[in-house]
């Protein structure tokens, strides 16, 4: 079975640009989550969706960064006005629902502002 | 708020020995789970073992294992018989279940060498 696809693999854009990342979660996984991981650091808790709705969104860095789900499935974070601290690799993981479940991620967005 | 400290940046180990690494946690919450995750350079996050707050018996994964020491908030993870494809980042996490959300704090990582 598919795992959680995550895309592009890898995106450059200039300071000032927007975004959008894409995750497309497990099959029936209702519960979907974004990390951001900078260089040398550990992974950064920004979003938690159960099914559409994002119960607590104060994990996310600014008002630049939105994300949004639709259907209980896709995912879209989306960073207005990119700046040079927002280069990271995002990562995305899914699990069957909250709780003690295993999170499957996947491979990643590696986002580069130059 | 609740926060997860890896002590050691990096470790080394000889291939065939056994290595533990540190993690320690803050909460005041009583429910929680933690986790060991590995991420090798291909930048996938693969969960290596998992341990429920309210379970005193450490969990075990094959030469995975770990030493949970709740009152400590301390939460090692041992990995026997080292073998060349352990070599990676390895990431404690802390999951806590509110009313609402679902929160998971990682540490900032150990990454581990292993020496032929």
């Known amino acids: 079975g598919a795992g959680v696809s995550q895309s592009p693999s890898n995106k450059v854009t200039e300071k000032g640009k927007d975004v959008e990342l894409r995750c497309d979660p497990i099959s029936g996984h209702t519960a979907l989550y974004w990390y951001r991981q900078s260089l040398g650091q550990g992974l950064e808790f920004l979003i938690y969706?159960?099914?559409?709705?994002?119960?607590?969104k104060s994990g996310l860095p600014s008002d630049r960064f939105s994300a949004e789900r639709t259907g209980g499935s896709v995912s879209t974070l989306t960073i207005q006005r990119t700046q040079q601290e927002d280069s990271a690799v995002y990562l995305c993981?899914?699990?069957?629902?909250?709780?003690?479940?295993?999170?499957?991620f996947g491979p990643g967005t590696r986002l580069t502002v130059t | 708020a609740q926060t997860v400290t890896q002590s050691q940046p990096e470790m080394s180990v000889q291939e065939a020995e056994t290595v533990t690494l540190s993690c320690t946690y803050d909460?005041?919450?009583?429910?929680?789970?933690l986790f060991w995750y590995k991420q090798p350079p291909s930048r996938q996050m693969i969960l290596v073992i998992r341990q429920e707050a309210y379970k005193q018996q450490n969990a075990t994964e094959n030469r995975f294992s770990v030493n949970f020491q709740k009152a400590a908030k301390s939460f090692s993870l041992k990995i026997s018989d080292s073998q060349l494809g352990d070599a990676a980042m390895y990431f404690c996490?802390?999951?806590?279940?509110?009313?609402?959300?679902?929160?998971?704090?990682f540490g900032k990582g150990t990454r581990l060498h292993i020496l032929p």
């Open positions: 909460t005041s919450e009583s429910d929680y789970y």
């Open positions: 969706f159960q099914g559409n709705s994002a119960p607590d």
């Open positions: 993981a899914s699990s069957f629902e909250r709780g003690g479940y295993e999170q499957y």
């Open positions: 996490a802390y999951r806590y279940l509110g009313n609402r959300d679902d929160k998971i704090i």
